[in-house]
Each structure stands twice: as structure tokens, then as C-alpha cells.
């Protein structure tokens, strides 16, 4: 694996935005229905507040699918959002999801070593985001202890769903090659990081601040809510390119070569 130039990082956001500009309103639907289907699950007792975490490489699948319908010129639907549970690998990605929801729990109890335990008793429910105790706290120094934590896990995950799924890889083999590929990346991933930190988090920001400011919250929100979506769903798309610059386009994968 060749190490890529750090504007590598903001050539995958433009392909993003590109793949979106084919079919924006076929791909919000779908982004719009994985959110209702998330909700849903999450009003299951016992398994909902964990299963949309475990869930996630098996509907990752579905967005990576679509850009593949996005590059093809076929149109994209909703269905697409059952890829990954009709993919023969079904069972290494729930394992894979497993691993997601292991490392994220392990990266916040790390935080605890920093703020005193203040960060994970707010993602357990035990204290309000508003409460003295959060506020009087290191919690944002936890937080950033926690995804410095789980950074190298995130490396790993990045490119495992898809080698599991289109190149048929046991997982260890998978994560061990997202992790050295994005290692190899690490200056394009930095700028593609930051790119999306100022397009997905400081602009809605910025741009709802100013129309609270100047007209009303109603219409900050009205407007946000929209922009969020679009900027998300482009953001996700932009997780297609990032892959096919290491293992090509899976044009020859079942769900591609089907319909």
C-alpha cells in the first residue's frame, strides 16, 4: 500500500459531494429511512439501546452499496438498506459490530482515568449533561482522552465491513488491513478528518448561530435540520472513495452483479 499526499484527504470529500450531486434526493431517502429504522430499534427493551451499535457495519454495507448504484447509474432505494443482512458475511459483521460496541465502551471507561468517571456516567444516563457535577468537571478532557483511546480501534474498523463483505476476509485479517491502510494514509485522513469537522460540525454551527441571531431559533432550526442531513449523507458517501483508492471498485460483488 502506497502512502497517499495529505490532499488526498480533501479529493475524497469532493468525490463525496459528487456522488451525492447523482442522486441527492434517492440517497437522503435512504439516510432518512436508516434513521427511522434506528429509532425503531431503539424503543426495543433490553437490546435497543446496544442493537443500532452492533447494527452499524451491517448498514454500512447499505451505503457502500449505494455508491456502487450511484456509480453504475442504477437508481438507489431504500431496500438497499438490507444489503448487509443478505450478505453471505451477515454473521463476521455482527461480530464485527460486537467489537464496535467493545471498543467504544472500553474507550469511554478510559476516560475515567482523566475526569473521575463524570463522562461515563453521562453516556450510562446516571447524570444530566446540564447537572453541577458535569460542569464543574474535566469531562471534555475525558472526551477527548476516550477518542484518542479509541483511535486506533476506529483505524481498524474503517475499512473492515467492506473487506469483509466484497473481499470475503476473516476479520482479524480485515482489521489488520484497514488498520496499515489507514495508518499508510494517516496525513489524508487527518486533512479528510478536518474537513469534516469544519463542514459537518463548525458550519451547521456557525450558520444556525447566525440565523438564531438575526431572525429567529425556528428558522435556525428549520434550516439546520436539512443541512445536517445533506452534509451527513454526503459525508457518507465520501466513505466510498476513501475505499476504492486502496482495493478498487467491487463491481463484481453479489449484491452489484444482482438486479
Known amino acids: ?17 459528487a456522488l451525492f450531486r447523482k442522486q441527492p434526493a434517492e440517497l437522503s431517502t435512504l439516510f432518512i429511512s436508516y434513521m427511522f429504522l434506528m429509532l425503531a ?21 447499505a451505503f457502500m452499496q449505494a455508491c456502487v448504484h450511484v456509480e453504475q447509474g442504477r437508481r438507489v432505494y431504500p431496500n438497499l438498506l438490507l444489503t448487509g443482512f443478505r450478505s ?22 478510559a476516560s475515567s482515568l482523566v475526569d473521575g468517571g463524570v463522562f461515563w456516567n453521562v ?44 473481499k470475503d476476509m476473516p476479520l482479524s485479517k480485515a482489521v489488520f488491513y484497514s488498520f496499515f491502510a489507514v495508518k499508510n494514509a494517516g496525513k489524508a485522513f487527518l486533512l479528510y478528518g478536518l474537513a469534516w469537522f469544519f463542514l459537518g460540525i463548525l458550519l451547521p454551527t456557525v450558520a444556525s448561530t447566525i440565523l438564531a441571531l438575526a431572525a429567529s ?14 452534509l451527513t449523507v454526503i459525508m457518507y458517501c465520501s466513505f466510498y472513495p476513501t475505499y476504492t483508492e486502496f482495493f478498487g471498485r467491487p463491481y463484481s460483488a453479489p449484491e452489484a452483479a444482482a438486479e
Open 123 to 166: 453516556m450510562n444516563g446516571k447524570l444530566a449533561l446540564d447537572s453541577p457535577e458535569v460542569r464543574e468537571s474535566a469531562m471534555p478532557l475525558g472526551m477527548l482522552f476516550a477518542a484518542a483511546v479509541y483511535t486506533p480501534a476506529a483505524m481498524a474498523f474503517w475499512y473492515a465491513a467492506p473487506l469483509i463483505a466484497w
Open 1 to 17: 500500500m502506497n502512502k497517499l499526499p495529505a490532499s488526498a484527504g480533501w479529493l475524497w470529500v469532493k468525490q463525496g459531494f
Open 217 to 230: 431559533k425556528t428558522l435556525a432550526l428549520f434550516v439546520l435540520m436539512p443541512l445536517s442531513i445533506v
Open 88 to 109: 453471505p458475511a451477515f454473521r463476521s459483521l455482527l461480530l464485527l459490530g460486537a467489537l464496535y460496541l467493545l471498543a467504544a465502551v472500553l474507550a469511554v471507561a
Open 41 to 61: 430499534l431503539n424503543l426495543l427493551p433490553l437490546i435497543g439501546a446496544v442493537l443500532p451499535l452492533i447494527l452499524v457495519p451491517v448498514f454500512a454495507m
